[in-house]
């Protein structure tokens, strides 16, 4: 499992460490680490560290002087270094002596780079590039190389309001912040680099694919259709039958015991899977283990009725699309719920939920709606952040956005309900769910030399999914 924890924690950790080492020390183990990262960039791209051409952008305080001690530890194995110092009165001043010694150039502007070093603003950065710095970078060609946080890219939220780096490889230090994980398109491939710190409880974790495979229900010697767990599905209507297919076929594909069928589309969806169950309503839908309701099942008053039965019992449900809507007019049937529950909005159905959009820092609009309604809550997006109504919360990049396709969502819950009948706990459920989802989505997208392919429908996503679950199991043999 990878943790991400935030500036502050950060802050505490390194608190005794800065007390009883030598000045410096902990500065020069994270250039160290950022010297070591560029220099195998170098070699990769290039084939060589001699001769290869890094230029450092510097602003003030101790991201700067991370980058200026690299920048002197890669001047020592040959390259050409050069740096831009965009606070000449503020650079750190041990950093600069030690990348003066060691033959470290100043420049006002980046060249002709192999590889551009960004320290212009730590963890202790807010707000986008100022004018200068967003200047120098807007003309770089070369692939940048991040020190602990692309700058421009809030390290707690990863939220990105103006001019801002994106780099290629982001060099950690010490452990992996939020935007690490919430802001992908801008931290790249993330290394992380071991400083020394003794680290507490994190802010937000994520799933492993081994971790997801472990989890994810498979049928024992000993199991029936009804141990593995039985869902009921109420989905679809006349005018989205679609949506009754996609939800009720993931619920089948993601190895549910048996799937139970509620709605209009019972016609389509027999057609299709065979080996579902269908029934007229919820009261005589038989037994159930969980339920799964919502996708374009429509919002007028049997869409309430039928809300209300299933929020009524005392079984695990999966609250999607159209629920959310007749949710947000009536959030008394689910406000007090005993019961576990959890929704799944996206951003326009979260504003609705709440009556504000998540804004900017999506992990706590979360957190707080998880904890304030006593539910589970799964925002999609790239990066999913899913909160249990304990203040645990989970983020799952999807590394591309594959499943940004209409269907998608219909998928997503049909495999959410299935692991929640499964008896897996929900917001573990969602992070294992999201987590294959996005790996069905790209399986779907790419061909099978790994180059994407070509845009994919919620159809082919859906017919990913088995491929997908059996490639997290893999990995845990």
């Keep these: 499992m990878r943790h991400y924890y935030t500036p502050d924690q950060i ?64 001047r020592g194995r040959g390259a050409a270094v050069s740096a831009v110092l965009l ?65 421009g890219v809030d390290p707690v939220t990863g939220a990105v309001d103006g001019p801002a780096v994106r780099a290629e490889v982001t060099v950690a230090f010490g452990a992996r912040k939020p935007a690490h994980v919430l802001a992908v398109p801008y931290c790249g491939r993330v290394e992380l680099v071991d400083i020394g710190l003794s680290l507490g409880d994190h802010e937000l974790a994520s799933l492993e694919p081994s971790e997801v495979g472990a989890a994810w229900p498979i049928p024992s010697a000993e199991d029936d259709k009804y141990t593995q767990g039985v869902v009921g599905v109420i989905a679809g209507s006349d005018r989205y039958p679609g949506a009754a297919l996609l939800c009720t076929g993931a619920a089948v594909a993601a190895t549910s015991g048996m799937v139970r069928y509620v709605g209009s589309a019972a016609g389509e969806v027999l057609s299709h899977y065979p080996e579902v169950v269908s029934a007229a309503d919820p009261d005589s839908v038989g037994r159930v283990q ?15 009725s039928w809300l209300s039965v299933v929020l009524g019992s005392d079984l695990p449900v999966v609250v999607d699309a159209d629920a959310l809507t007749v949710l947000s007019a009536a959030p008394d049937l689910v406000r007090g719920r005993t019961a576990p529950t959890l929704l799944t909005p996206h951003a326009g159905e979260f504003e609705r939920l709440t009556g504000s959009a998540p804004g900017p820092d999506r992990v706590s609009a979360v957190r707080d709606l998880a904890s304030q309604w006593g539910v589970s809550v799964l925002l999609k997006g790239r990066a999913t952040v899913i909160a249990a109504s304990d203040g645990r919360v989970w983020v799952n990049d999807a590394g591309g956005s594959a499943a940004s396709t209409a269907g998608s969502g219909d998928v997503l819950s049909g495999m959410l309900g299935a692991l929640a009948a499964s008896g897996m706990e929900l917001s573990l459920a969602a992070a294992c769910g999201s987590r294959v989802h996005a790996l069905a989505a790209a399986g779907a997208a790419h061909g099978s030399g790994g180059e994407f392919a070509a845009p994919i429908s919620a159809s082919p996503l859906l017919a990913a999914v088995p491929e997908a679950i059996r490639t997290v199991r893999s990995v845990t043999l």
């Design 290 to 304: 969980a339920w799964v309701v919502g996708p374009g099942f429509g919002t007028g008053a049997q869409s309430h």
């Design 87 to 151: 606070k000449p009165d503020r650079t750190h001043v041990d950093g600069l002596a030690a990348f003066r010694a060691a033959g470290g150039r100043l420049v006002s502007a980046p060249g002709v780079e192999d590889i551009v070093i960004d320290a212009i603003v730590g963890i202790s950065g807010r707000g986008p590039l100022r004018a200068d710095a967003a200047a120098l970078v807007a003309q770089i060609d070369a692939p940048i190389v991040a020190a602990d946080i692309p700058s």
């Design 11 to 74: 802050r505490a950790a390194e608190r005794p460490l800065l007390n009883s080492l030598e000045a410096g020390v902990l500065m020069r183990r994270a250039a160290h680490g950022l010297a070591t990262v560029v220099a195998s960039e170098l070699l990769a791209r290039t084939g060589g560290v001699f001769g290869r051409r890094v230029c450092v952008l510097v602003g003030s305080g101790d991201n700067g002087g991370d980058g200026l001690w690299a920048g002197a530890m890669l």
